[in-house]
């Protein structure tokens, strides 16, 4: 019998984050870092996604919509873990304008020069953000959104044994104008830019604004330090 060949499938290499971001200077290849390469970027008020800046504390997680939840958790009347569908769907839709800078931007210029990646001026864009307004979730499940409290976000990037990525927000700056954004100058969010939902503070620097959002923790204290358990 003749000999026939077995056809083998070969899967496309997976494109860089050069060639997805080509508007984009690389700090590192992983976890992801990379500024604004050209100062044309900023001759228009909206910043492409190709050319807005991505940080990164930990390589960008890949991520199924339909299995990831944000837990509502604390003093709260309601422990909830919401999906995705139902922030969407359930609750009001906000669009804000936030221009989001990393606080390390222009660490290239420092005299003597610092650790860390060398932003030089591309850590910054303007962007469209779409989402919930945080104040609708947290009424509707009874958080207790009085002065001197606090909302912790966490991220679910982290692997495991590291340190979960948290940030604490005051409460009333949350119920100002605080949202989980799953949209991006009208797409859904890129995955290094937090898909699918992503913790949007305008106005604060962008190490407060956290991606991969999967807690959000209320309580009358902030995050700090080693002293609080995030289980």
């Known amino acids: 019998e003749a000999e026939t060949e077995t056809e083998t499938e070969t899967e496309e290499p997976a494109e860089s984050l050069q060639e997805r971001y080509p508007g984009l200077r690389i700090l590192s290849p992983e976890p992801e870092n990379a500024e604004a390469a050209e100062r044309a970027t900023y001759t228009t008020m909206i910043t492409p996604i190709e050319e807005f800046y991505i940080r990164n504390h930990y390589p960008t997680p890949t991520i199924e919509e339909g299995e990831w939840s944000v837990s509502l958790t604390g003093m709260v009347d309601q422990e909830v873990d919401l999906s995705i569908e139902e922030l969407k769907r359930g609750f009001p839709t906000e669009t804000v304008f936030h221009v989001m800078q990393c606080s390390g931007n222009g660490r290239a210029f420092f005299d003597p020069q610092v650790g860390g990646n060398q932003w030089t001026f591309g850590a910054v864009g303007n962007a469209e953000w779409t989402g919930t307004p945080l104040s609708a979730v947290l009424e509707r499940y009874g958080a207790d959104t009085s002065d001197g409290m606090w909302l912790s976000a966490m991220g679910g990037e982290a692997p495991e044994g590291e340190d979960i990525f948290t940030r604490s927000i005051p409460m009333q700056k949350v119920m100002d104008d605080c949202i989980l954004a799953y949209e991006m100058n009208g797409q859904p969010l890129a995955s290094d830019h937090g898909f699918p939902v992503r913790f949007v503070v305008p ?23 080693d002293e609080w358990e995030t289980e």
Do not use: E, P
């Open 203 to 225: 106005g604060w620097y962008g190490n407060n604004n956290v991606k991969w959002v999967d807690r959000l923790h209320v309580m009358d204290m902030m995050v700090f330090g």
